[in-house]
């Protein structure tokens, strides 16, 4: 385990870390879906308004792991964390470093002021899910009949122009809702 140092993310790592987010989303069946480059994550994560915090795990110099997460804000409880991506190279699984990986990213965000961290897993994922719900996750979709929706960034262009046809928006980000 000591060969594997666990770090904030640095801006030189910004391509292998698009390399893992490509490998992860392979292993989800997602990979077409990715479409960030290493000038987003860049800007993104270390520009003046920061979107993501991102801690990866180091072996032998090469980035092996990395754990994703941004901030959000409940109207029931406040501030609290999403994870967007945990993942650890298949060659470097079962050796302890998805869990530090993990741990660094709940201290962060517990230090950080967050209430609670959400995250996301496929159902057919069961190695992953069995691995949350041994450090204390429960399944919100379960217990609370929650489930997450999206819309995607042409269905949000769709939603906008469907309402800018009817007349409802004066351009200024008012609405005018004419009730007939
Ligand atoms: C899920 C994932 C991040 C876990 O990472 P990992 O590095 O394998 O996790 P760990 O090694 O910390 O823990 C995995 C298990 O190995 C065990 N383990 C830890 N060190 C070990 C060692 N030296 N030898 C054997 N087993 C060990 C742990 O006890 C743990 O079992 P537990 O869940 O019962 O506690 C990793 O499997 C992964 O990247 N999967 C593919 C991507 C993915 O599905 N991501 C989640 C998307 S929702």
Not at 30 to 54: K, P, T, W
Not at 91 to 96: N, P, S, T, Y
């Amino acid at each position: 385990m000591e060969k594997y140092t666990i770090r904030r993310m640095l801006p030189g790592d910004c391509a292998d870390i698009l390399l893992a987010i490509k490998e992860l989303a392979k292993a989800l069946k997602a990979e077409e879906q990715v479409v960030v480059n290493e000038e987003i994550l860049l800007s993104d994560g270390f520009g003046e308004n920061r979107l993501f915090e991102c801690f990866v795990a180091e072996y032998d110099d090469a980035i092996v792991g990395y754990v994703l997460y941004c901030t959000m804000y409940s109207s029931w409880v406040g501030k609290k964390a999403f994870m967007e991506d945990l993942y650890v190279k298949p060659k470097h699984q079962r050796h302890g470093v998805g869990t530090r990986l993990w741990r660094t990213a709940v201290k962060e965000a517990l230090k950080d002021g967050c209430n609670q961290m959400e995250w996301g897993a496929c159902s057919w994922n069961t190695s992953a899910i069995e691995f949350y719900k041994r450090k204390g996750a429960i399944n919100i979709t379960d217990i609370e009949q929650f489930h997450t929706y999206r819309l995607s960034y042409e269905s949000m262009h769709k939603f906008v122009n469907s309402g800018e046809k009817m007349g409802e928006s004066d351009g200024e980000g008012r609405t005018h809702v004419h009730s007939t």
